[in-house]
């Protein structure tokens, strides 16, 4: 492939705008061209001719780019084929394969729901789609599996303003109860300010890393990464 000048096709075709970001969106130039210039490479990244070097070389730096916005080592860098192998990876990484109780909503993506397998525990919603607040906390705090960790996003999902407050509580709740370690994602200084330890990111970049606990905040290994 070679002599690829043509410009990005127009998103919806015919005109239009795409208010649909859920699954895809138009592309950036600027990644079309990087994905162009790949697919020019005949070389085999494994392979150690010369070409197969050169796809190498090209493959390494973008896993290095992508590091150094995460403040990540290149190594940490995984390349998937797509949501759905990033998703089966990332929960077969906490250890679904290996008998670790998990929990997962109802409503999630099909491709969440084959990788925790039949073992999960699934959480009912309500009929707006929230998730059941009383089941999820009935079902963190059985006796004999507390958790050991708790993920939070505050920006996103059931972590908005009608049940953010009502979820944080009980996540906070559950540290105190059980010693769980808590790691927590948020653009709330408030909520930050509740944890122990403060990693702040921008541009995604760590730019500050305040380990030391504060007086009446919870145990130094919780975690917030404001945004």
């Known amino acids: 492939m070679s002599g690829h000048a043509a410009a990005t096709p127009p998103f919806p075709p015919g005109g239009g705008a795409c ?7 138009p592309i950036r130039p600027e990644a079309r061209a990087a994905a162009l210039a790949a697919m020019d ?3 085999n990244p494994s392979a150690v001719h010369a070409a197969g070097r ?6 390494e730096a973008a896993r290095t780019t992508i590091a150094g916005r995460f403040g990540a080592a ?14 089966a990876l990332a929960i077969h990484g906490l250890g679904a394969a290996g008998g670790r109780r998990l929990l997962v909503g109802a409503t999630e993506h099909p491709s969440v729901l084959r990788a925790v397998g039949p073992a999960a525990v699934p959480l009912p919603v309500l009929a707006d789609g929230r998730l059941d ?14 958790p050991a960790l708790l993920l939070a996003d505050e920006p996103t999902g059931n972590l908005d303003r009608a049940t953010g407050a009502q979820v944080m509580e009980l996540l906070f709740a559950l540290r105190e ?7 927590l994602i948020t653009h709330d ?11 702040r990111i921008e541009d995604g970049r760590i730019v500050a890393d305040e380990g030391v606990a504060a007086a009446g905040a919870v145990p130094p290994q919780d975690r917030v990464v404001p945004a």
């Open 19 to 25: 208010l649909d970001a859920n699954a895809t969106e």
């Open 41 to 43: 490479l005949p070389g």
């Open 54 to 59: 050169e796809a190498r070389r090209m493959l």
């Open 74 to 87: 290149p190594a940490g860098v995984v390349f998937t084929s797509g949501a759905t192998e990033a998703n």
């Open 133 to 146: 607040l009383a089941a999820l906390e009935a079902r963190l705090a059985e006796p004999g599996a507390p």
């Open 177 to 183: 109860r059980h010693g769980t370690t808590l790691l």
């Open 189 to 199: 200084p408030a909520l930050a300010a509740r944890c122990g330890r403060r990693v």
